[in-house]
């Protein structure tokens, strides 16, 4: 977007926190990300099923990396007129005098986050997936172990004495904003997206008390639900007064400085993602209604809005208002991606000897791993995809978020082949990671699929995290679902997502829509290749019968 002559430039502050690391951007008003820095943070894996993290851990990331982009950048605190945060949708625990609240069976006060990815609690999500309550409308129909009311019930039952110490339970997104500004407004965005709060319409939205008494958190309603959130304000609206003075000390902003209400990382990722517009006019850009916002990063999120509630077995929503305010939101989900494939890649016998080599070529191993690929198509004279004619992998290792619902699912790898053999080459470790990405995009075209047949109507694909860097999965998804992929040129957009929140609540644009269009920016078109829809659709048959054959398999061990 050009700048208009005599029209003085803004910035805001985009903060992201993610399963592994805080990230911090500055962002002008025209979209464009002109610092950023990142700092790791510590995760706790205490035993199978169990990922707690530390709040204060967090945001010393936090302020490390806003201190580092404000020094890099050469601004002044003055010139950032509005700062918004991100955050994946773990949940977070604190005392009457805001302490930390250990959430963690060793009892340390310092793990007091449950993450995202935390299964502890498939027991209590099945126990409220009983109930059948209305609620559950709103989330597929089933209420997934990662969302909080199943954690929630999990603290309660397992670790009562902490549970009475916990006076104040956020979600990660809405932590950062009351740490920021000092304000216990929540967002609508967590609320409804992982708490269980109605939102039917604009004027229909509150704590369904019945619902809270069904599945035994009836003290959660108390002094007006004060625990969980009594203010509930829509993305990007200001909190309370601003940077709070401690916030902005540590921060080396202005104290009063507009703070945006957050959003979960995903939404935050996807509201930036469709405001984009490519640049290829050859590209007919459809009803924003008929974008899929794909945020791809250690597991993958499938966000799509809607004027009508539209609803999907097995995938989150709708949600009204979470992502763009008056609009609905379904949201389909793969609960590893990123993950998944790191975890098949480095398991391999042949993963060091291809680490090693990719590092002398000054290359990451999945790029070293795409260039073996295309050298043995080349040398065989097939398509690529076709290395993995015989090999076929179902995905979901880590159970299946969308649209089965079901955390019990795992992985399966097949090979069409007889004869097998005790090869661990790097070809064979290129092989096996390329048949996880294609399964990867089968099971995205899955939830696409089911998100089609129930309402939608989605025609074109945007793509954005880290799997967006890698060509191999780019270009398999576009093959695979046989749509055409935008790459925003903003590479981090849940990271100018968060800074869009930040420009709404500093009073330069009245709507969140009109921060978008400003800073959307544009981005490039990854096309789907004709001569390989054929091979998908058959690929994609075999993935959905293995789907099929691991249900017959369960049920012949249960018998």
């Not at 002559?5 to 502050?13: A, E, I, N």
């Not at 009836?218 to 990007?236: A, C, K, M, T």
């Not at 008929?290 to 509630?309: E, K, N, P, Q």
């Not at 789907?528 to 959905?544: A, I």
């Amino acid at each position: 977007m050009p700048r208009l002559p005599g029209v003085k430039m803004s910035y805001y502050l985009g903060v992201d926190v993610g399963t592994a690391s805080t990230r911090a951007a500055l962002v002008s008003s025209d979209g464009t990300v002109i610092q950023f820095a990142v700092e790791p943070i510590e995760i706790q894996h205490p035993q199978p099923g169990f990922y707690e993290q530390s709040s204060d851990d967090i945001w010393r990331a936090v302020i490390k990396t806003v201190q580092e982009v404000m020094k890099c950048s050469g601004l002044v605190p003055s010139q950032v007129k509005g700062i918004g945060f991100d955050a994946t949708c773990s949940m977070v625990a604190l005392g009457a005098d805001f302490e930390p609240v250990s959430c963690s069976t060793s009892g340390d006060s310092r793990y007091n986050i449950i993450m995202w990815m935390d299964h502890r609690a498939e027991k209590e999500a099945a126990m409220i997936n009983s109930t059948k309550h209305g609620v559950l409308r709103y989330v597929g129909g089933s209420i997934s172990l990662e969302m909080q009311p199943p954690k929630l019930l999990w603290l309660k039952k397992n670790l009562p004495d902490q549970w009475k110490k916990m006076a104040h339970l956020f979600d990660l997104p809405d932590f950062l904003t009351w740490r920021a500004s000092g304000s216990l407004s929540r967002s609508v965005c967590s609320l409804v997206c992982k708490w269980g709060y109605e939102v039917q319409g604009p004027q229909l939205h509150g704590w369904s008390d019945d619902f809270l008494h069904t599945v035994g958190l009836e003290e959660l309603i108390e002094n007006d639900h004060s625990r969980i959130g009594s203010v509930v304000q829509y993305p990007g609206e200001p909190c309370g007064s601003g940077l709070s003075r401690q916030a902005a000390c540590e921060l080396g902003l202005l104290a009063g400085t507009p703070v945006g209400t957050s959003q979960v990382d995903a939404y935050a990722g996807g509201m930036a993602c469709l405001a984009c517009v490519p640049a290829d006019v050859s590209i007919l850009l459809p009803p924003v209604t008929s974008r899929l916002a794909l945020i791809c990063g250690t597991s993958t999120c499938h966000m799509v809005v809607s004027h009508d509630a539209v609803y999907v077995p097995g995938v989150w929503g709708p949600y009204h208002s979470a992502m763009i305010p008056g609009l609905w939101s379904n949201e389909g989900g793969q609960s590893a991606t990123g993950k998944l494939i790191d975890f098949i890649v480095e398991g391999h016998a042949a993963f060091e000897t291809a680490q090693s080599k990719a590092k002398e070529e000054g290359k990451h191993v999945f790029e070293y791993l795409n260039t073996l690929l295309e050298t043995a198509a080349a040398q065989e004279g097939v398509p690529l995809s076709r290395l993995s004619k015989d090999l076929h992998v179902f995905p979901d290792f880590h159970g299946n978020r969308s649209p089965l619902a079901d955390p019990s699912m795992r992985g399966m790898v097949c090979l069409q082949v007889c004869g097998l053999t005790l090869s661990s080459r790097e070809e064979d470790l290129a092989r096996l990671y390329l048949a996880t990405v294609q399964g990867l995009a089968y099971g995205a075209k899955h939830i696409v699929d089911e998100m089609n047949s129930n309402g939608h109507d989605i025609q074109i694909l945007y793509m954005c995290g880290g799997l967006r860097k890698n060509s191999l999965f780019v270009q398999t998804h576009a093959d695979a679902l046989d749509l055409p992929v935008i790459l925003p040129d903003a590479e981090e957009s849940v990271l100018l997502g968060a800074a869009i929140l930040g420009a709404r609540a500093s009073g330069n644009f009245v709507h969140i829509q009109d921060a978008m269009l400003a800073m959307g920016g544009s981005g490039q078109v990854v096309k789907p290749q004709d001569s390989e829809k054929r091979y998908h659709e058959k690929k994609h048959s075999v993935y959905m019968k293995m789907l099929s054959d691991q249900k017959t398999y369960t049920s012949l061990m249960t018998e």
